[in-house]
Structure formats: C-alpha cells, structure tokens
C-alpha cells in the first residue's frame, strides 16, 4: 500500500451514500442525508469534514479526528466509518459535547 493511502479514507468507502435512497437522487434540492465520501474527507448537505489524524485504519474502515465546516461555523469530532455486510455503511460520531451516534447509509446507485 503506497504512505499516501495510509493517510486517506479507504476506496471502499468513498462515493457517494444515503440515509435514503432518495437522497442519491441528482438534482434533489433536499437531499440532506446524502454524503460523499472522498480519499480527504465527507461532503455533507450544508457541511464539510476533512480528515485530520486516522486513529485506525483497514480496508473497510476508519477511524480519526474531522474538522467540520459549515453555516458559518468549524467544529472537531471523531468519526468512524465501516462497512456492513449488506452493503451499507454505518458512521459514528463522538464528541465531548454532545452523546455519540450513529447513522446507516445506503450506497448510491
């Protein structure tokens, strides 16, 4: 494995995943649960997160610390992704402010 690809989300989670299918609609204006999944980080609807440290890595998930940007503002969480046997693929969020969570997404066709 090339050092760059020790420092990036793994491919087999970058694309593009909705809480619903409709939200892997082009076009929708509404589309709030889609995000998209690049080697640096995770575009949101109204947000961006770009990968800070990796804290765990394999080839069907991460773990590290994100900076999030969006409306005006910039937060830190820890975010881990992994994928399911079914195809989907859970993120959870931690942060001291706040209960973790986790949300499921549907790959985008």
Request: a negative charge; charged letters at 25%; aromatic letters at 8%.
């Amino acid at each position: 494995m090339p050092p760059e690809a020790e420092t990036e989300i793994p491919d087999a989670l970058q694309g593009r995943w909705g809480l619903t299918l409709a939200d892997c609609q082009a076009g929708r204006s509404d589309a709030k649960g889609l995000m998209v999944v690049g080697p640096d980080g995770l575009d949101f609807y109204e947000s961006r997160a770009v990968l800070g440290r990796l804290s765990a890595r394999g080839e069907d998930r991460v773990q590290g610390s994100f900076a999030f940007t969006g409306e005006g503002q910039s937060w830190t969480r820890q975010e881990s992704m992994s994928l399911n046997p079914d195809g989907t693929l859970t993120r959870r969020e931690t942060a001291d402010d706040m209960p973790p969570f986790s949300l499921t997404y549907q790959p985008c066709p």
